[in-house]
C-alpha cells in the first residue's frame, strides 16, 4: 500500500463562480484501487474512493466523491492523468456547477506535485 501526499494546482474552465484553486490532498493506494481526501475547488473537504487504470505515463480514474453539496451528497468522478515523472502529474475532470437549478459542463485542469 502506498501512501501519497500531494498539492495540486486547478484552473476552472467554463465556469462563472469563483474557485479554490490550490488543493492539499493525501491518497492511499495499493493493486489500482484508491481513497483519499483533499481540499475541494468549494472549499470544503472532499473524500473519494475509486480505481485507477495505467499504462505508461497515462492515467484513468474511476470513482466516487463527496463534499460537492450543490451537486448532491455523493457524484461521480472521472480524471484523466498524465505523469511527466514520479513527483509532477498533469491532469483534467469534467466537472459541473449548478446555479438557480442550472447545470453547467466545464473541465478543471491542472498539475499536482506528489509526495511518497
Known sequence: MNILLGLAVSQHLNFQQDYNEIHPHIRLEHDGYIAGAYYNSERETSLYAGYR????????????????????????????????????????????????????????????????
Open 53 to 116: 487504470f495505467e499504462h505508461n505515463s497515462l492515467g484513468l480514474e474511476l470513482g466516487a466523491v463527496g463534499g460537492y453539496n450543490n451537486l448532491g451528497p455523493v457524484i461521480p468522478y472521472v480524471r484523466f492523468t498524465y505523469d511527466i515523472n514520479d513527483n509532477v502529474v498533469l491532469f483534467t475532470s469534467p466537472a459541473g456547477e449548478r446555479i438557480n437549478n442550472s447545470l453547467t459542463v466545464g473541465i478543471v485542469t491542472g498539475v499536482e506535485l506528489l509526495a511518497f
